[in-house]
């Protein structure tokens, strides 16, 4: 990438950072150009959509929920390390919408988040057949099913009060679920 048009990405990025942390998640790409001090053109070149711009705003936190995910896998006890990654991942998505839209978009934009999304898939399965070893867990559960439960516990929570006990409740809920029927 030319000098200029890396700056001016940058400048894009930090103008809807700006505005997200205003409270504005619209993320109106004629918008976000006027804020930068850049054509809209020149958004439209770097992000063609409202989700390829979601998915390189949220690609940091993507990256720390991979790590978290390996982390996780590598844990001794799976479903310990199951939990602890379930609750840094809810966390993570309440505290960034766009972040929960791309964890639960089907499409991606940009093949760096689709190649995310399959690492963290990798590791959760790992540690999903972990799990399942040890009965620990329903034997039909999968990575995806992970991800999707997820998404709905984040969605249950914005959708409520938002209040903390609620949230581990919905967690709770979650985790027993996932667990073998008695």
Same mark, same amino acid.
């Given at each position: 990438m030319r000098a200029d048009a890396a700056r001016n990405r940058a400048l894009v990025l930090r103008a809807a950072r700006r505005q997200m942390a205003e409270g504005d998640g619209s993320l109106q790409l004629n918008t976000i150009a006027r804020l930068?001090?850049?054509g809209v053109g020149t958004v439209y070149r770097h992000f063609p959509n409202r989700h390829a711009l979601m998915e390189a705003l949220s690609a940091e936190r993507f990256q720390e929920l991979v790590d978290a995910a390996q982390e996780a896998a590598a844990e001794q006890d799976a479903l310990v390390g199951l939990q602890r990654?379930? *609750?840094f991942a809810l966390g993570h998505a309440l505290a960034d919408?766009?972040?929960a839209a791309v964890l639960e978009s089907a499409r991606?934009?940009? /093949?760096? /988040?689709?190649?995310?999304? +399959?690492?963290f898939d990798h590791a959760v399965t790992e540690?999903?057949?972990?799990? *399942? +070893?040890?009965?620990?867990?329903?034997?039909?559960?999968?990575?995806?099913?992970?991800?999707?439960?997820l998404c709905g516990v984040e969605h249950a929570v914005r +959708?409520? /009060?938002g209040a903390p006990d609620r949230t581990e409740v919905y967690l709770d809920i979650?985790?027993?679920?996932? *667990?073998?029927p008695r």
């Open positions: 930068a001090g850049v990654l379930l *609750r919408v766009g972040f991606d934009a940009e /093949t760096t /988040t689709s190649v995310m999304k +399959s690492d540690l999903l057949d972990r799990a *399942r +070893s040890t009965d620990a867990i329903r034997r039909d559960i999968e990575a995806d099913d992970i991800r999707r439960l +959708s409520g /009060t979650l985790l027993e679920g996932i *667990r073998p």
